[in-house]
């Protein structure tokens, strides 16, 4: 008796040859699927481009219609505009509603319902035809999920070439999701597998016997190996020792695919191309790495902010990629000694260009490729002892903002908010410095001037803002947060436009925007209020006086504020002033995961009236 209502059965030639015959096929057919929604979304894009081509066609001709007597089409066409409006609205509520996490550090409704159909899909392929056979379900299950091993190591590629980001837009950092939820789904496939196996030997009294033998001894080490890439894989011990999580997902997952190719010979089809993706990968990464000879010095007036400045030689194929690319970029950085050049390629860390010689759209910095870092542990804890030239490794750049985003000044959008905690303004200042510049050009686009663009920092201590170029955060909003927080001596003036409860509420949470290093001292905030207090005072004696908690600048139209950010204030400005109807905003943030929840739950508000939103929170996949 086997599961459920599956029995050990007695099969004869035909009947083998027949199972074998629906394992291939179904193995085969759960691959191509894959191809199923990777066409759709080309036949969607292909859809909307029509329609939208259609759309603004007949938009002229009904304004032709409508300077006519005849003005019943015009009403029509104004009815149907009226319709599709609403139609995009309620599709904006639920684009936003699947970009929410389920629970928070669970992953979000789209990654759920994504992940979730796709194992519904492959356990259906598992079990149909397999009648009440339970060997053929459980050899089913492996051919299935081998057969994925393909496609979840192309979810891997960083590479802009990847065919899966060409097809889909999404970035290596947007498609990680998806490669570790396809992780999971394979592990418990490949473990059901193998406890159907065991099951099927104790029960047949063989266990003994088989345990001898070369397949079975090569299938459980396979899944050994799987368990234990799954178990490194768990985020809390990413966040942990990330460097012993990627040595050890390197190293197991190519393990595994020898493993499993003289496991069976039914497998080998999937594991000769799985081999050839993971060749492909680690070509890319080593093609895409360059050396570089940088600067390592400690921003001045910080207390663990380091400044990278990179030599890139115009000749380089790196100088070429950045050429091209865009501001927001990242690139992965890691030393590049002697001593152990082996170690340091798995040291390898992702940081955003602060500034890039070889790109108009980046505020330059003395022509180096700049990077802004704070030291804490690690390999950034190694960069900070450096106060002379080294070598470094480079690879890239990456990132959602050269294959996803928009163009925010031609795609219609009214206005653009950028947020930054901290070191996160290495994201959203390249962004702000290349749009403020093209509104500003001597040939602005019609619709440039029409784009409003806020751009609101927080940070720490006013000193972690000397990074950036003047030019570059010209109109920003700097919030020097160190001291605003609900601890004692804390005067937080209360907001006219907030009820009692909910001031209460926000006295009540924790500070979000703080995050100190393991080994700050406690002294750390009073050195930083001093500091604080002391270029406000400077500040305020240099010109003119802001609005309201608001003081004068050395560097021209800069706004510095004292406290966190009023997300809800700033948030509705935002939409107050980009004007009524379903006219677009753009959010993107970068900063400490609280900072990211806190605007968002005040841009939801907004999505629920019926505004649409165009939203990005910046943050490396693992």
């Not at 002294?523 to 930083?528: L, N, P, Q, S, V």
Request: charge should be positive.
């Amino acid at each position: 008796m086997g599961l459920f209502t599956y029995h050990f059965v007695s099969s004869n030639q035909d009947q083998l040859q027949r199972r074998r015959e629906l394992l291939d096929g179904y193995g085969q057919f759960a691959q191509l699927s894959a191809l199923v929604p990777l066409f759709t979304i080309i036949l969607l894009r292909v859809f909307l481009f029509l329609e939208e081509k259609y759309r603004f066609s007949n938009l002229g001709k009904s304004r032709k219609e409508h300077a006519s007597p005849v003005v019943s089409r015009f009403a029509d066409t104004v009815a149907a505009a009226n319709k599709r409006e609403r139609s995009e609205v309620l599709w904006g509520r639920v684009q936003w509603w699947l970009d929410d996490e389920v629970v928070s550090g669970w992953g979000t409704w789209r990654e759920w319902v994504v992940g979730g159909s796709w194992a519904v899909w492959l356990m259906v392929l598992a079990m149909r035809d397999t009648g009440d056979d339970y060997l053929h379900l459980t050899k089913r299950f492996g051919i299935v999920a081998a057969s994925q091993l393909p496609l979840h190591y192309l979810l891997a590629l960083k590479s802009p070439l990847s065919p899966i980001t060409l097809i889909t837009r999404l970035s290596h950092e947007e498609l990680n999701p998806y490669h570790r939820i396809l992780g999971r789904i394979l592990l418990s496939f490949f473990t059901l597998h193998a406890s159907f196996y065991l099951n099927f030997y104790i029960q047949s009294s063989l266990l003994l016997k088989r345990l001898k033998d070369r397949d079975v001894i090569l299938g459980l080490t396979a899944i050994m190996i799987l368990l234990t890439l799954g178990t490194t894989a768990l985020q809390k011990v990413r966040e942990k020792n990330y460097y012993f999580f990627f040595v050890a997902h390197v190293i197991l997952s190519i393990s595994v695919l020898p493993v499993l190719w003289f496991h069976v010979s039914h497998l080998r089809v999937y594991i000769a191309e799985s081999g050839v993706v993971y060749l492909l990968l680690i070509l890319q990464r080593n093609i895409t790495q360059t050396s570089v000879l940088a600067t390592v010095s400690p921003v001045p007036g910080t207390k663990n902010l380091i400044s990278i400045k990179a030599t890139v030689p115009a000749s380089s194929s790196l100088s070429k990629r950045l050429r091209k690319s865009k501001p927001g970029q990242h690139i992965y950085l890691a030393l590049a000694t002697r001593v152990s050049p082996l170690q340091d390629k798995f040291r390898i860390n992702p940081f955003t260009i602060a500034s890039n010689p070889f790109s108009s759209s980046y505020p330059h910095e003395g022509g180096k490729l700049n990077l802004i870092i704070r030291s804490l542990s690690g390999t950034t804890a190694r960069l900070a002892r450096f106060h002379e030239e080294t070598n470094l490794m480079i690879e890239g750049p990456y990132g959602a903002a050269a294959t996803s985003f928009p163009d925010f000044l031609t795609g219609g959008f009214a206005s653009v908010l950028l947020v930054a905690g901290g070191v996160g303004a290495t994201f959203t200042v390249p962004i702000y410095a290349d749009l403020a510049s093209r509104i500003a050009g001597s040939h602005p686009a019609p619709d440039h001037d029409k784009v409003k663009v806020r751009h609101v920092w927080a940070v720490r201590s006013l000193a972690d803002t000397s990074w950036a170029a003047a030019e570059s955060v010209r109109g920003c909003e700097i919030y020097v947060t160190a001291g605003s927080g609900s601890g004692s001596g804390d005067r937080r003036e209360p907001s006219r436009n907030r009820s009692r409860e909910q001031q209460e509420e926000q006295e009540q949470e924790p500070e979000p925007f703080i995050v100190k290093a393991p080994d700050e001292e406690e002294g750390g905030e009073a050195i930083e209020l001093q500091e604080q207090a002391r270029l406000l005072s400077e500040s305020e004696a240099a010109g003119d006086q802001g609005g309201r908690g608001a003081a004068a600048d050395t560097v021209p139209q800069r706004v510095l504020r004292n406290g966190r950010p009023d997300f809800r204030t700033i948030v509705a400005e935002v939409f107050a002033g980009s004007g009524g109807g379903n006219k677009k905003v753009a959010v993107l943030v970068c900063g400490p995961k609280a900072m990211s929840k806190s605007l968002r739950r005040e841009v939801a508000v907004w999505v629920r009236k019926g505004r649409e939103v165009w939203w990005h929170e910046e943050g490396f996949g693992w």
